[in-house]
């Protein structure tokens, strides 16, 4: 099953994986907050339809998404 | 079974968290660095030489030896580290402020000595760490904090296209200029910058790439509205390319 570690700790809130995926399955965490103080992105499949194409992970600029598994 | 397509470097030092701003490419650009030196496997005989600015973090992130120049002298640091052992991997990391500005002298005569080493500048139009004053690749027009009403000719001059320049020189093997505005130039980046390497460990000359790189902070933008401004101005101007690569030219 495709899916993405998010690393919360290193996220710093620019979501540009949130207009990168495709199947539009990042979004905005509405509570949590890491360490720095950002609302962080959340992984949210329940149709399991993430395609591990790695864009979110490659545009990442702060390995915040840390791992992309396909298949 | 599902097989792991994106992992996080193993150059890259454990638990390092990139020290700059939020949706700055120059993240990416450490990440496709450090992707480059691990595939070709030459991260225990490489040398970094770092210049000054935003760049200088880079031996914060991937672990390697690594040695700071002053302001500019990045290139001519890795000549005598080139010279004084030929068989190390040497590049030099720095920013358009650092390489095309006080460093230009350097990187132009590197390239005409073709010296075989890799410099990899990062294109922002504005000196970053400093807070966003004019530097040599500021566009026409372009506001920054010591140019309130934009670059203008008459008293500013024109931006340098570096990739062209060193493409001049007739010791250069390769010179090429890459985005990272989208996912795809991304790829084309990292495809340079391992080539750009692979020039360096076949000895034949001095090779450079230039990256088109973001400053949401100083340009007073959001990461999103920083790419459009990417694709929509700077890559008007400064035309992503390979500019000379002899490895196809001797075929």
């Known amino acids: 099953m495709s899916h993405i570690v998010v690393d919360e700790n290193r996220c710093k809130a620019c979501y540009l994986c949130v207009k990168e995926c495709p199947k539009h399955l990042i979004k905005v965490s509405k509570d949590k907050v890491n360490k720095l103080g950002n609302s962080v992105v959340e992984f949210d499949d329940p149709n399991h339809e993430c395609l591990g194409c790695a864009m979110c992970a490659t545009r990442c600029p702060d390995l915040a998404i840390s791992e992309v598994y396909r298949g | ?251």
Not at chain 2, 126 to 138: D, F, H, K, V
Not at chain 2, 184 to 197: D, R, S
Request: net charge neutral; proline share 4%.
């Open chain 2, 1 to 251: 079974m599902a097989t792991q397509v994106f992992k996080i470097p193993n150059t890259i030092k454990k638990d390092a968290k990139f020290t700059f701003c939020p949706g700055c490419d120059h993240g990416v650009a450490v990440r496709l660095v450090a992707e480059c030196l691990e595939e070709l496997g030459v991260i225990d005989n490489t040398i970094a030489v770092c210049g000054i600015g935003c760049s200088v973090t880079i031996y914060d992130f991937i672990d390697m030896d690594a040695l700071e120049a002053p302001h500019g002298r990045s290139v001519a640091e890795a000549t005598g580290v080139k010279r004084a052992k030929p068989d190390k991997f040497v590049f030099t990391y720095s920013g358009d402020g650092d390489y095309a500005s006080i460093g230009l002298a350097e990187g132009m005569h590197a390239a005409l000595r073709g010296e075989k080493i890799t410099s990899i500048c990062i294109n922002n139009t504005t000196y970053g760490m400093t807070g966003g004053q004019l530097g040599p690749t500021t566009m026409l027009g372009q506001v920054t904090t010591t140019s309130p009403t934009g670059r203008n000719i008459e008293y500013y001059g024109y931006p340098i296209k570096l990739a062209e320049h060193i493409a001049l020189c007739d010791g250069t093997a390769f010179s090429a200029r890459v985005s990272l505005d989208t996912v795809a130039n991304i790829k084309k980046a990292k495809q340079a910058i391992k080539k750009a390497f692979e020039v360096q460990l076949k000895g034949l000359g001095y090779s450079f790439v230039e990256i088109l790189s973001t400053c949401p902070t100083n340009w007073r933008m959001t990461p999103d509205k920083a790419h459009e401004r990417v694709q929509n101005e700077m890559m008007q101007v400064f035309k992503p390319g390979i500019y000379k690569d002899v490895t196809v030219e001797n075929v």
